[in-house]
């Protein structure tokens, strides 16, 4: 089965500078990687997802990238602001199912 | 505004009670899911429903029950038999995509914790 893994499990950047969360996944029939963001008290929200025929996807300051070969893919956030403090997962689909990561605590520096 | 509602928001039991926590939403999703948040862990699988009156078990159904006896509605009980049941209990629905690429819509959780 599908196995997630992700890195850093805790991340700190200056506000203003880029972040990099990483994940890697097993199951090369995998097609669908969705990251989800969770504030603090709330349930996590889908904030941007890649399907396995693409290898780049932008939305305004957030982007993911996939690596078939390789199997990863990451979460690139530019110009990182307050607000975008949270925990961060990646997941992987298998069997009709998301697979999680572990997550990653992103703490934005003033 | 369409959605997913959790409660209790806190819930406290003392250990060999049951409880049942609530998720109704009103997205018109056909698949409903439970999962269990512990801290540095990922969302782990407890249950999940496709369809109304029938659901399967996930990673860690052991200790938990549910029904799906109507499409906005998936109650998560947490029997006696569960036996590290303080966590934060998370629902969420998505449409059935023929595909995998199910979009998950989460509630605000549930946080249980056992005296």
């Known amino acids: 089965g599908e196995n997630v893994e992700q890195h850093p499990s805790t991340l700190s950047v200056q506000e203003g500078d880029s972040a990099v969360i990483k994940c890697t996944y097993s199951?090369?029939?995998?097609?669908?990687f969705p990251w989800y963001k969770q504030e603090l008290g709330k349930g996590p929200q889908l904030i941007i997802d890649?399907?396995?025929n693409v290898g780049e996807k932008k939305d305004q300051r957030i982007a993911v990238t996939l690596n078939k070969t390789a199997k990863h893919f990451s979460l690139h956030i530019t110009e990182t602001q307050p607000e975008d403090s949270a925990v961060y997962f990646c997941?992987?689909?298998?069997?009709?199912?998301?697979?999680w990561g572990a997550g990653t605590k992103l703490i934005i520096k003033p | 505004d369409g959605g997913i509602t959790q409660s209790p928001k806190y819930l406290f039991r003392k250990e060999g009670q049951n409880v049942t926590l609530s998720c109704e939403q009103n997205?018109?999703?056909?698949?409903m899911y439970w999962y269990r948040q512990d801290p540095g862990q990922g969302l782990r699988l407890i249950y999940y429903?496709?369809?109304?009156?029938?659901?399967q078990k996930g990673d860690i159904a052991e200790g938990y029950s549910v029904s799906r006896e109507k499409k906005e509605s998936f109650p998560l009980t947490v029997t006696s038999a569960q036996k590290n049941p303080t966590a934060f209990y998370l629902c969420?629905?998505?449409?059935?995509?023929?595909?995998?690429?199910?979009?998950?819509?989460f509630g605000a959780g549930s946080r249980l914790t056992v005296l």
């Open positions: 890649i399907r396995s």
């Open positions: 429903s496709q369809i109304v009156n029938d659901f």
């Open positions: 997205l018109n999703h056909d698949a």
């Open positions: 997941a992987g689909d298998s069997n009709y199912q998301l697979i």
């Open positions: 199951d090369s029939a995998s097609n669908y």
């Open positions: 969420a629905s998505s449409p059935n995509r023929a595909d995998g690429a199910n979009v998950l819509t």
